[in-house]
């Protein structure tokens, strides 16, 4: 089995967030697929297998499945598109989170996904105990967002990792406007096997609404400003949210089981 390290969300290698994607001819069982998930010991594996209308595709953290990653279908169509001789332009990936589509323009690749808006929370107390901060605004869809008051306070956050992982919710992501994009983010999700994610595209299925109701405006600019970073190019189309990005293959090997 080939596999594939590729950096999504960035124009150059060492940045934006590592994936592995390991191409099959058909399923193997669900443990196999998870030990090497924990084996790669990236944020995201992503496994695709060819169907009759693209390819089917599952990603995996180090302990969980999860039902949508963008970064690791954003190297899945890098893939596709660049290893694996695919001739078209738009890649349909079959997943538990439905048709997702990938398309190219040039090295710069836009996933079509579904938008998430999240729902106020109203008991924020549990939230601004594991954050150590006031909330004012705070919203739920998969994961939790939380609104800060600057960029600067969103690079400067300190995560307890432990207290995080116990709120009744898959991850929670910070947010604030940003100094030079639109807004800006971080990720967590150490109850998922994932401290902090680098670039998180699922995450802006959340941001993107939010933001663009709260400035008025569908296409975005948002920068994800973990150590690593990353950035990436935004639209809300109705029920759809547009993430377009680039992405750089650091190595190609051979799994061998």
């Given at each position: ?29 669900d ?13 995201e ?17 180090p ?39 990938v ?74 406007p ?80």
């Open positions: 089995m080939k596999l594939y390290q590729v950096d999504a969300f960035t124009s150059s290698l060492f940045g934006g967030n590592p994936a592995a994607v390991v191409p099959l001819d058909g399923w193997l069982d443990c196999l697929l998870q030990n090497i998930a924990l084996e790669n010991n990236l944020s594996t992503a496994f695709i297998v060819p169907d009759e209308q693209g390819y089917a595709l599952r990603w995996f953290t302990t969980v499945e999860v039902d949508l990653c963008g970064h690791a279908t954003l190297a899945a169509a890098w893939v596709v598109f660049n290893a694996l001789g695919f001739p078209g332009e738009r890649v349909r990936f079959s997943s538990a989170s439905g048709p997702l589509f398309s190219r323009d040039g090295n710069r690749l836009t996933l079509d996904f579904p938008a998430r808006p999240g729902t106020p929370i109203l008991d924020r107390q549990p939230l601004e105990a594991a954050l150590g901060i006031q909330i004012a605004t705070a919203l739920q869809a998969r994961d939790t967002l939380v609104l800060l008051d600057s960029a600067e306070q969103v690079s400067n956050f300190q995560p307890d990792l432990h207290a995080i992982a116990q709120l009744d919710t898959f991850a929670v992501m910070i947010t604030a940003g100094d030079d994009c639109d807004f800006v983010s971080r990720f967590f999700a150490p109850a998922k096997g994932v401290p902090e994610d680098p670039v998180t595209g699922s995450a802006h299925c959340t941001l993107v609404p939010f933001w663009a109701e709260r400035l008025g405006k569908t296409q975005l600019h948002a920068r994800q400003v973990s150590a690593r970073g990353g950035e990436l190019f935004c639209a809300l189309n109705g029920d759809r949210v547009s993430l377009s990005g680039d992405a750089c293959c650091y190595l190609k090997g051979e799994l061998l089981l």
